[in-house]
């Protein structure tokens, strides 16, 4: 195992549920000491992230290592300032006021360490009318315009299979911690940097978005099909569903060729683009008449060779056991003490000198409160007693 690029910088994570530990997760896979700093169990509060040893929690927090620290008592944010003298960065995904309530605001802890970068998600942002609501992924969906855009016409309002809002934000979050530790180089000085569930979604709606802000167009619900590439979509086999993205003169043309329909390149309704746009359910039910001839693999083979974009749809067991993704590593083995052998999702980025590790499985609560409050100057009786007080 290497030391990973990341190695020189401590994280203090503050984090709960999916969003923070999801920004966390990124600087742990690249090798920073990142510090899970968990209430003691005697404080009666959980970290709301499901059970610690269910997939979720498990894939949330590899790489991590946890103490447990009372905030909430005077020598708890003691010990956690301390900690932050030596930090390079802190997290929290709190409701807006709570790190003020606590005294851990950028303000306060820059006080004691001016390098600090303090990284924080809200569900709304850290000011505005709506900055004391509480964050949910699902919330964030609808406020954030995905919700109107997901499903079939005229269907209402779905939510996506995954939490992208959640995601999103903690991609936002780490990146922007990159940032200000680059821009720390120069300046020698920390900074705070925000994002938002609601901001995150905005942000990820990317071209349906700009579609009002520039031409004023709201995008409705497409279904499986693309909202703006004509033909893209599902189309069923006489064996299930692939998904085909044939827009675009060259494309389409290759896509007629290859299912044996020249017909769809010279019938007047489907002869440019304009064209197909406009009679798109017309063009795709005559695409399913002639796709409904093939094996779902044996046309996403003859397509692909033709240059013309299409893949399976599948489970995620299937999913698993597709050839590139083996290939791409994206279950990755790690041993828990408690669970054993297990695999957990690898990281997207490939980088060829410092790739990232799975080092560790998620730790136990508190599994290295002693080794990492000794790190931090506090010794063996020092330790008892916080126990004891149920400070740690």
Request: proline share 6%; net charge neutral.
């Amino acid at each position: 195992m290497t030391a990973g690029p990341l190695s020189r910088f401590t994280v203090l994570d503050l984090t709960r549920v999916r969003a923070g530990p999801t920004a966390v997760r990124y600087l742990a896979d690249w090798g920073a000491n990142c510090i899970k700093v968990e209430m003691p169990p005697s404080a009666g509060e959980m970290d709301m992230g499901g059970p610690r040893h269910g997939p979720d929690f498990q894939n949330l927090h590899r790489n991590k290592r946890s103490v447990t620290l009372n905030l909430k008592e005077p020598d708890g944010r003691a010990i956690f300032m301390k900690m932050v003298e030596k930090a390079d960065v802190v997290v929290e995904n709190y409701r807006a006021d709570v790190k003020f309530r606590l005294g851990i605001d950028h303000e306060s802890l820059k006080k004691v360490n001016p390098r600090i970068i303090l990284g924080s998600i809200s569900g709304f942002g850290q000011d505005g009318p709506y900055a004391e609501r509480a964050g949910f992924d699902q919330i964030a969906q609808g406020m954030g315009g995905l919700m109107w855009v997901t499903g079939m016409p005229e269907q209402g309002p779905v939510r996506a299979g995954i939490a992208v809002a959640d995601v999103g934000a903690g991609l936002h979050c780490a990146i922007g911690i990159l940032i200000a530790l680059l821009e720390r180089e120069t300046s020698g000085q920390g900074q705070w940097i925000s994002t938002s569930l609601l901001q995150a979604m905005i942000s990820m709606c990317d071209f349906q978005a700009a579609r009002w802000t520039i031409a004023k167009d709201v995008p409705g619900q497409a279904g499986n099909n693309h909202p703006t590439s004509i033909p893209t979509g599902v189309f069923k086999t006489k064996d299930g569903y692939i998904n085909i993205a044939a827009s675009g003169g060259h494309i389409y043309k290759r896509f007629c060729e290859c299912i044996a329909a020249p017909e769809l390149m010279t019938d007047e309704r489907f002869n440019s683009d304009k064209a197909r746009a406009k009679n798109r359910d017309a063009l795709n039910a005559e695409i399913d008449k002639r796709v409904a001839a093939y094996g779902s693999a044996e046309l996403v083979e003859k397509l692909n060779k033709a240059g013309v974009p299409a893949g399976p749809i599948y489970k995620m067991d299937e999913m698993f056991a597709d050839p590139q993704v083996k290939h791409l590593k994206m279950a990755h083995p790690v041993k828990s003490p408690k669970l054993g052998d297990i695999e957990l999702i690898g990281q997207a980025i490939n980088m060829s000198r410092t790739p990232f590790e799975m080092k560790t499985a998620t730790p136990e609560q508190g599994e290295h409160t002693d080794a990492i409050l000794k790190e931090f100057g506090y010794d063996a009786a020092a330790i008892a007693d916080f126990r004891k007080r149920g400070v740690v």
